[in-house]
Structure formats: structure tokens, C-alpha cells
């Protein structure tokens, strides 16, 4: 059974860090990318960032760019998201996805129709 969980996620102030997990089991990590994602109420959800286990490549959405890392610990069958210098508007559910396949283009890395299995999300709130 593939399964990923989500953790991390919390209150913060604006300014605060978080750093998310997203435990994988029931497949063979290192042959998949993963993607953060993140949703509000009655948005889309949204690319945040991406990580190849394959090739080690990294990519992220422009609103999240230096202030969000992406790491792959394939030991334990983790992917991490620190998030620094948090701003309001990063307050979503953020889930993690898994994609048995690796891409090279951001718009493609970060779409959410490229992504086979979803974690149950985890809530992150950043108050002003």
C-alpha cells in the first residue's frame, strides 16, 4: 500500500519557521519525485516545490524561492520542506505528492496532474 503521511505543519508568526515531513512507505523511494503542494478554501492547489530522488534535481514555485528547501533523506524514506521567513500568505494545508517519474520543466514539476499518490495534508497557519 503506498502511503505517505504529512507532519510539521502549525501555528507561526510571520517570520518563523516550520520545517514539514513527509514519511513515504509501500513503494520504492528512491525512484520517485515528490512535490509540496500547498490549497486554501476554494482555490486550486498549488506547486510549491520538487525534488527528484533520480537525478537530485530541485525546483520551486517563484513565491517560495529562498525562503523554502526542499531535501530528500532516503534513509529514512523522508521528504522535507524548511520553510523560513514565513508570511501569511503561505497559510494553506500543505500536502505532499509522489510521482514515479522525474520532469525537467517547472510548470510541469510543480502541476498537480503529474502526481500519482497525495498525503492526507498537514495544517500550516502564519499569523500577521
Known amino acids: 500500500e503506498v502511503q505517505l503521511v504529512e507532519s510539521g505543519g502549525g501555528l507561526v508568526q510571520a517570520g518563523g519557521s516550520l520545517r514539514l515531513s513527509c514519511a513515504a512507505s509501500?513503494?520504492?523511494?528512491?525512484?520517485?519525485?515528490f512535490g509540496w503542494f500547498r490549497q486554501v478554501p476554494g482555490k486550486a492547489r498549488e506547486g510549491v516545490a520538487y525534488?527528484?530522488?533520480?537525478?537530485?534535481?530541485?525546483d520551486y514555485a517563484d513565491s517560495v524561492k529562498g525562503r523554502f528547501t526542499i531535501s530528500s533523506d532516503n534513509a529514512k524514506n523522508t521528504v522535507y520542506l524548511q520553510m523560513n521567513s514565513l508570511k501569511p500568505e503561505d497559510t494553506a494545508v500543505y500536502y505532499c505528492?509522489?510521482?514515479?517519474?522525474?520532469?525537467?520543466?517547472?510548470?510541469?514539476?510543480?502541476?498537480?496532474?503529474?502526481?500519482?499518490?497525495w498525503g492526507q495534508g498537514t495544517r500550516v497557519t502564519v499569523s500577521s
Open positions: 509501500g513503494f520504492t523511494f528512491d525512484d520517485y519525485a
Open positions: 505528492g509522489a510521482s514515479h517519474r522525474s520532469y525537467s520543466l517547472t510548470l510541469v514539476r510543480l502541476s498537480v496532474r503529474r502526481y500519482d499518490n
Open positions: 525534488i527528484s530522488n533520480r537525478d537530485g534535481n530541485t
